[in-house]
């Protein structure tokens, strides 16, 4: 008894969206995954997933992607991208089908600040000749609830390291699937660039590698958001 009546009083103890944030899924059916920052990328993607299928561009309607987010990284100070949702908004991202239903815990667990929600697929207009989706599925998409606390600032600005890791992943779709100015699209449907803004690609705040598209990505950002690039500042170090 006294066993039972500890579980109900941790029971209580939880928070709502400790229950609310990773619904359960049906295991029969195929699982897809909207990508719109660093799962964009095919290397950050298979590094959760390594046999997950291959990304297909999409508009997504009913969310915006925007700036806003401090993550649970411990050490990192930084804001990433997140989705929220917003009936008159869209973005260009990719969607993907995982290699197995349970690898969605995979994700659960890379993306643990965000909450994983249903969308419906009519809200997902493919970009390319042809849709990935299979006619029995979920389609999930890691959101925020609010952007409240979460914008950029001095002290949690956005990091180059991590704009390396989304754009690369657009132009890599752009080519992959000739979509002409999906890369620029990408910056163009993302929402609040801010002012505060690191350039630590020698010094990443965020696990990176070198970046081989750096003089697309920078030349991208200031043909297309020139008032924001102007802004961009070097990581300070202590020698």
């Not at 920052?37 to 997933?49: A, N």
């Not at 950029?152 to 180059?160: E, H, R």
């Amino acid at each position: 008894m006294k066993k039972f009546k500890l579980i109900i009083l941790f029971s209580f103890s939880l928070p709502s969206f400790a229950f609310d944030c990773y619904p359960e899924i049906n295991p029969n059916l195929s699982q897809y995954i909207v990508g719109y920052g660093s799962l964009i990328d095919e290397t950050s993607k298979k590094r959760t997933d390594p046999s997950a299928e291959e990304s297909v561009p999409i508009l997504v309607k009913g969310y915006k992607r925007i700036w806003a987010g401090h993550g649970n990284l411990p050490g990192v100070n930084a804001t990433f991208l997140s989705a929220i949702e917003s009936k008159s908004s869209s973005f260009i991202g990719v969607s993907y089908k995982l290699s197995e239903p349970e690898n969605i815990r995979s994700y659960d667990k890379r993306e643990s600040f965000y909450c994983r929600k249903q969308i419906d697929p009519d809200n997902l207009i493919p970009l390319s000749g042809s849709s990935n989706f299979s006619t029995q599925k979920q389609v999930w998409i890691y959101t925020i609830a609010s952007t409240e606390n979460q914008l950029p600032s001095n002290n949690f600005p956005i990091v180059q390291s991590y704009v390396d890791i989304f754009l690369r992943g657009c132009i890599q779709v752009e080519k992959k699937f000739n979509i002409t100015n999906f890369a620029r699209d990408c910056i163009e449907t993302t929402e609040g660039w801010p002012d505060y803004w690191i350039n630590d690609r020698i010094f990443p705040r965020r696990p990176s590698v070198y970046e081989p598209f750096a003089a697309q990505i920078d030349s991208l950002l200031k043909d297309t958001i020139p008032e924001k690039f102007r802004h961009i500042r070097f990581e300070k170090t202590v020698i």
